[in-house]
């Protein structure tokens, strides 16, 4: 099945995104990661037929709009866009898919807003971005170099095959995979192609929780959660944290997965044979109605 385009008016503008619409099947919302799109959930999707699919681009990713020109790109604007987008499809409560910096949203909805997730799965992801506190005053200057840059476009690419080697250099995707990412993010624009994604998605944030406040924020979750990660999260976090994060979620099953950071891409059969039983298991104690 095909998915068709969505589109949902924000103050902002324009929140674009893919939708595998099945009337009366449970529905689940789909987050991507960061500098990645809806497009990250294609390969996904067809292992997950059994229910009503929407994948999203978060904010100045894929084709959503751009944030207005005073605005910047902060992690918790993320969430409240995602709360709006609910409300315009008119979707009380749903499943949440986040991979990464969307699994980080979707965490943060899932413990802000418990009556909106009925299920969450986290994909290389276990709560959100964090900072020690003895690094706020480096991390605010280094926010604010950042945006000194002020660059107004990113590289321009002579073909979407240029493209894909740039995004493999910075990830390991499969050729498959850096296509779907690099087609839904760049635009022909005469003689070369040009990233659709808002560069000041680059800009580095002022401030970040830390992991005490994250921590606190995975105690809130009251969704039944899974977690599947992959090597790259123990890199990332350290095999305490991940326990402690793990640990600190109620209801968590956790399922390892020996790939890279975007496995649900490369083996979206395994992945989705995880997630779909583990969507359909019947809520007997856990009633966000």
């Known amino acids: 099945m095909k998915a068709a385009p969505i589109n949902i008016n924000m103050p902002w503008g324009t929140m674009e995104g893919l939708h595998w619409s099945r009337p009366g099947a449970p529905k689940a919302l789909c987050l991507h990661g960061w500098l990645d799109n809806a497009a990250s959930f294609v390969p996904l999707s067809q292992y997950l037929q059994a229910f009503d699919l929407l994948?999203?681009?978060?904010?100045?990713?894929?084709?959503?709009?751009?944030?207005?020109?005073?605005?910047?790109?902060?992690?918790?604007d993320n969430l409240y866009d995602v709360d709006t987008a609910l409300d315009k499809l008119g979707w009380e409560s749903c499943h949440i898919i986040g991979?990464?910096?969307?699994?980080?949203?979707?965490?943060?909805?899932?413990?802000?807003?418990?009556?909106?997730v009925k299920r969450l799965v986290l994909l290389d992801a276990i709560g959100i971005l964090t900072l020690p506190a003895d690094q706020a005053a480096k991390q605010l200057r280094l926010s604010m170099k950042s945006?000194?840059?002020n660059r107004s476009m990113l590289r321009p690419y002579e073909s979407v095959e240029?493209?894909?080697?740039?995004r493999q250099i910075k990830a390991?995707?499969?050729?498959?995979?850096?296509r779907l990412l690099c087609e839904r993010s760049l635009e022909h624009a005469g003689d070369y192609y040009q990233w659709r994604t808002d560069p000041r998605l680059?800009?580095?944030?002022?401030?970040?929780?830390?992991?005490?406040?994250?921590?606190?924020?995975?105690?809130?979750?009251?969704?039944?959660?899974?977690?599947?990660?992959?090597?790259?999260?123990?890199?990332y976090l350290g095999e305490e944290m991940v326990r402690q994060r793990l640990a600190a979620i109620a209801d968590c099953q956790h399922i390892t997965i020996d790939d890279h950071h975007h496995?649900?891409?490369?083996?979206?059969?395994?992945?989705?044979?995880?997630?779909?039983p583990f969507l359909q298991q019947p809520d007997n104690t856990h009633d966000n109605s």
Not at 55 to 76: C, E, I, K, Q, V
Request: charge should be neutral.
């Open 162 to 166: 240029a493209a894909m080697q740039a």
């Open 55 to 76: 994948a999203l681009d978060f904010a100045g990713h894929g084709f959503s709009s751009h944030r207005p020109a005073t605005s910047r790109y902060y992690f918790p």
């Open 202 to 235: 680059t800009w580095r944030s002022p401030q970040l929780l830390t992991d005490d406040q994250a921590l606190n924020l995975l105690t809130a979750i009251t969704a039944p959660t899974l977690v599947i990660t992959s090597p790259a999260i123990i890199g």
């Open 147 to 149: 945006v000194r840059k």
């Open 99 to 116: 991979h990464s910096m969307g699994g980080g949203v979707a965490s943060g909805i899932a413990a802000a807003l418990p009556e909106r």
């Open 263 to 276: 496995f649900h891409m490369e083996q979206p059969e395994q992945v989705g044979a995880y997630i779909t």
């Open 172 to 178: 390991a995707l499969s050729d498959k995979a850096a």
